[in-house]
């Protein structure tokens, strides 16, 4: 069945770094890409989607791109800051419905 | 309202109890989803609802646990015979249609003793 395989963590950056999670997924079809993510004491909310090949999701200085040859979903952003602490989710949706998660990585940014 | 409602936040049962959790999804969702977060895991999917039928119930560990959603809006997820293996935060969301965003409710903290 569909899944999603993330980057483990904990992730601790200095503010500034560079950062990526790895994010790879096995579907039948071709599933829409999703990062969420879960900041201390939120529920989960959407960070950035793509759906698909070769698209690229962004939004909060936060990248994504659609690999299809790879079957890859990479989270990268070039510059983190404290308030990026959080945990990441990496998810998958196909054509019937139901969304799958990965484990989440955790990122602990310090001043 | 504005977005996933879910009640209750909070709920504390005795090993061996019924409980019911509830969401309101976003009005004019059709697709409303339950999942189980264990602490340091991800949200495992439980059930998706499509209008009033359960499109997909494979994630439902067993028979104790069942979904309702009779009118197409708020859900019901029930859970018989609790026991000490189902203490998580059972999160719900509900998404306009196929492979769109969800919108995730805050989530029901259930802690069975």
């Known amino acids: 069945g569909d899944s999603v395989t993330q980057m483990e963590g904990p992730v601790t950056l200095s503010e500034e770094a560079f950062l990526t999670i790895n994010c790879t997924y096995t579907a039948t079809g071709y599933p829409s890409l999703f990062w969420y993510v879960q900041y201390p004491g939120e529920g989960l909310q959407l960070l950035l989607k793509a759906t698909k090949a070769d698209d690229k999701g962004s939004n909060k200085g936060f990248e994504a791109t659609y690999r299809k040859e790879t079957t890859s979903f990479h989270l990268e952003k070039g510059s983190v800051q404290v308030s990026d602490s959080a945990v990441y989710f990496c998810a998958l949706s196909e054509g019937d419905g139901d969304m799958r998660f990965g484990a989440g990585t955790r990122l602990t940014v310090k001043p | 309202g504005a977005g996933v409602s879910q009640t209750p936040s909070n709920k504390v049962t005795e090993k061996g109890k019924y409980v019911e959790l509830r969401c309101d999804p976003i009005s004019g969702h059709t697709a409303l989803y339950w999942y189980r977060q264990s602490l340091g895991q991800g949200p495992e999917f439980l059930i998706y609802?499509?209008?009033?039928?359960?499109?997909?119930d494979s994630g439902l560990p067993n028979d104790r646990f069942f979904a309702v959603r009779p009118e197409g809006s708020v859900s019901t997820l029930k859970i018989q015979r609790t026991e000490r293996g189902d203490s998580a935060v059972y999160l719900c969301?509900?998404?306009?249609?196929?492979?769109?965003?969800?919108?995730f409710g805050q989530g029901t903290r259930l802690t069975v003793v």
């Open positions: 609802f499509q209008g009033t039928g359960a499109a997909d």
């Open positions: 969301a509900s998404s306009p249609g196929h492979n769109t965003e969800a919108f």
